[in-house]
């Protein structure tokens, strides 16, 4: 076997783990999604009331929500490393694409979560706060409820995500600076905090993708982003 040969083979053998990756990471979605149908079966079956299964059918869909975002946001950097490597990219400029993707799905997260605080349908006040938590309590979380635990996700794993992406880098003080507003939007009743929080861990995420493809692209693998 010639060199071109070996690197064909290794090309593929890269191309099927990664396949094998993400057919394991969509097993894993619809494994949680039967369960989530099973669980409304058998609380129908019980005579559970519709306002219960009401209430279950939204926490079901923002937990399969936020395990889809994590598993898009795995298969992406997964295929973002994979082409990378298969087109002769090394280690560092691999991990690079891998982190660029994987901010790339965040974003979107972040936006929708913005939608949710600029529509109102996740709103955050001394008095919400009181009725959310009471409904959680109860176990009838209220979409409000609901929504605010989604605003609070995004930006939790979004803060997660940057401080490690950005260590030692240029935007690490942005990271930091999203971090902050998140801690004080936990401990505030204010939908606008939690609007700051968002605001900053976006740019903090933007600058990220810009350092990550520019470094891609001083390394010669423009092609690959």
Known sequence: MNSIEKRQAAAEARSLRAEMQERQIEADLQKAREGFQNRLDAARLQGANEQI?????????????????????????LKAA????????PKDVAEAASVLAGVGVVVDNINKAE?????????????????????????????NALNQNEVKRVVREG??????????????????????LF???????????????????????????????????????????
Request: glycine fraction near 6%; avoid cysteine; charge should be positive.
């Open 53 to 77: 299964i009401k209430q279950m059918e939204l926490q079901g869909r923002l937990q399969l929500q936020a395990m889809e975002d994590s598993a898009k946001a795995q298969r992406e950097s």
């Open 159 to 180: 803060v997660n995500q940057v401080l490690v992406a950005a260590k030692g880098t240029q935007t690490e003080g942005d990271a930091r600076r999203a971090e902050e």
């Open 82 to 89: 994979t082409k990378a490597t298969n087109e002769g990219a």
């Open 183 to 225: 801690i004080s939007a936990e401990q505030a009743n204010s939908t606008e905090a939690w609007k700051a929080a968002l605001k900053a861990l976006k740019t903090a995420q933007e600058k990220i993708k810009a350092e990550k493809a520019t470094f891609i692209k001083t390394r010669g693998y423009e092609k690959i982003i």
């Open 115 to 143: 939608e949710l605080l600029n529509s109102g349908k996740a709103k955050f006040s001394l008095k919400e706060n009181i009725i959310a938590r009471g409904s959680l309590t109860a176990g009838t979380p209220t979409e």
